[in-house]
């Protein structure tokens, strides 16, 4: 199912850089606010609302749960399949700022698009050998189980239930990120508001997310009365924000600092609270359990862009790298002495392909995460030699 071009896409170019730092907003939908609706149990999120009419809160439903009818069809072999295909079927969002979204001119772009794109270069020596797939987040796993596509790129959360019961492997964070919330600062929020000053108010987000039940599981602890709302996806969510019938909308802090960036009305500020986010959300990538050779595979493929990150190999320096200017083991990675890419079922040239048609870890955040003005220095995605958790495992 590809979606069609939005009207926020067209003003993508026109970024303005943001720092990932917020303000604040309050329930001012008095209606909203004197009708306090139950708001502690999610919707159920897998079934997504009529388009723009948001679920109201009913019987919760385990978010991601797949459907029993469907057949993991996914046993192995899935390097083999991408390889006689020729093309990578790569899932992704295709409506999320800076990770997957179709432009106005039909291209995917985001850092979720483009590890879609270094995956296919690692296994097909092609970059623009992948078949895109946009899912909602309810659709997603089921993607995956049934075989849809060969990997999921699209800001999915690793939980303890996907990597489980819902029959999913999680490969190396790509982009470590935390829940947050955004208002209007003319309702009264400003970046140091807390959580409980969203009591009342209308809350909106995507179905099928762990975000609904976050926001639902800490209302409840916090004895906060919230009307949620979940729509089927973030366009939705931000047009109803717009439309005054949400008051504050929430999701991963890297989402609503590309809707802010993309969508804020002239005149208009929306702020992103707290500060510190309510929850851990290490997005990556996804792919089907019991095929541990694609795991290594798509695993490899995010380190590869990591360690090059880390011996400052950028895509032109590949040759160098190559031929040994950047030490054994950029060497080793770009398929010279030593190389271990074949161990895998990769040529040995495979991360060569990686870093000089996609780039390295830096130059991805610099051409979709950046341009929305998200920070990498001092943040978690920063490298452990400058105090983040990015940590790629040595090439030997
Ligand atoms: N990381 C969370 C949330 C993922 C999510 O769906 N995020 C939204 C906001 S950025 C999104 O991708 N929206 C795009 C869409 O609805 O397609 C999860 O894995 O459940």
């Given at each position: 199912?590809?979606?069609?071009?939005?009207?926020?896409?067209?003003?993508?170019?026109?970024?303005?850089?943001?720092?990932?730092?917020?303000?604040?907003?309050?329930?001012?939908?008095?209606?909203?606010?004197?009708?306090?609706?139950?708001?502690?149990?999610p919707a159920a999120a897998d079934e997504p609302a009529a388009a723009d009419e948001p679920a109201a809160a009913d019987e919760p439903?385990?978010?991601?749960?797949?459907?029993d009818e469907v057949e993991a069809t996914q046993g192995g072999?899935?390097?083999?399949?991408?390889?006689?295909?020729?093309?990578?079927?790569?899932?992704?969002?295709?409506?999320?700022?800076?990770?997957?979204?179709?432009?106005?001119?039909?291209?995917m772009n985001g850092i979720d698009a483009d590890y879609c794109r270094a995956v296919a270069a690692a296994v097909l020596g092609d970059a623009t050998a992948v078949e895109f797939t946009s899912l909602t987040a309810?659709?997603?796993?089921?993607?995956?189980?049934?075989?849809?596509?060969?990997?999921?790129?699209?800001?999915?959360?690793?939980?303890?239930?996907?990597?489980?019961?819902?029959?999913?492997?999680?490969?190396?964070?790509?982009?470590?990120?935390?829940?947050?919330?955004?208002?209007?600062?003319?309702?009264?929020?400003?970046?140091?508001?807390?959580?409980?000053?969203?009591?009342?108010?209308?809350?909106?987000t995507n179905a099928g997310t762990t975000t609904e039940t976050n926001i639902s599981e800490l209302a409840a602890e916090l004895g906060l009365a919230i009307t949620l709302n979940t729509f089927e996806d973030y366009d939705q969510v931000t047009d109803a924000f717009i439309a005054g019938t949400c008051d504050v909308i929430t999701t991963d802090g890297s989402g609503l600092v590309g809707r802010k960036?993309?969508?804020?009305?002239?005149?208009?500020?929306?702020?992103?609270?707290p500060a510190t986010p309510i929850s851990k959300e290490p997005l990556g990538p996804v792919y089907a359990q019991n095929d541990s050779q694609w795991a290594d595979v798509v695993n490899w493929t995010v380190y590869?862009?990591?360690?090059?990150?880390?011996?400052?190999?950028?895509?032109?320096?590949?040759?160098?790298?190559?031929?040994?200017?950047?030490?054994?083991?950029?060497?080793?990675?770009?398929?010279?002495?030593?190389?271990?890419?074949?161990?895998?079922?990769?040529?040995?040239?495979?991360?060569?392909?990686?870093?000089?048609?996609?780039?390295?870890?830096?130059?991805i955040w610099d051409a979709n995460l950046a341009p929305v003005g998200l920070v990498r220095e001092g943040s978690a995605n920063a490298l452990w030699t400058d105090g983040g958790l990015m940590y790629p495992p040595p090439a030997r």
């Open positions: 199912m590809i979606r069609s071009t939005t009207r926020w896409q067209r003003t993508a170019g026109a970024l303005a850089a943001l720092a990932l730092v917020v303000g604040a907003c309050g329930g001012d939908d008095d209606t909203a606010a004197d009708e306090p609706a139950a708001a502690d149990e439903a385990a978010a991601d749960e797949p459907a072999g899935i390097l083999d399949a991408v390889k006689a295909r020729g093309v990578l079927n790569c899932g992704v969002s295709g409506a999320a700022v800076a990770f997957s979204y179709t432009d106005a001119d039909g291209s309810a659709e997603r796993f089921t993607a995956v189980q049934t075989g849809a596509v060969d990997v999921l790129m699209r800001n999915s959360t690793w939980t303890q239930s996907r990597d489980t019961e819902v029959g999913m492997d999680f490969g190396p964070t790509t982009y470590y990120d935390g829940q947050q919330l955004m208002g209007r600062a003319s309702d009264g929020f400003t970046s140091a508001s807390p959580v409980s000053d969203i009591d009342g108010a209308i809350v909106c960036a993309v969508q804020e009305p002239e005149g208009e500020t929306w702020v992103i609270f590869a862009t990591l360690i090059a990150d880390e011996n400052g190999v950028t895509s032109a320096d590949a040759d160098a790298a190559l031929a040994g200017d950047f030490g054994a083991e950029m060497q080793r990675l770009m398929g010279g002495e030593g190389e271990k890419q074949t161990f895998m079922g990769l040529d040995a040239d495979a991360f060569y392909n990686v870093v000089s048609q996609v780039g390295n870890y830096q130059e």
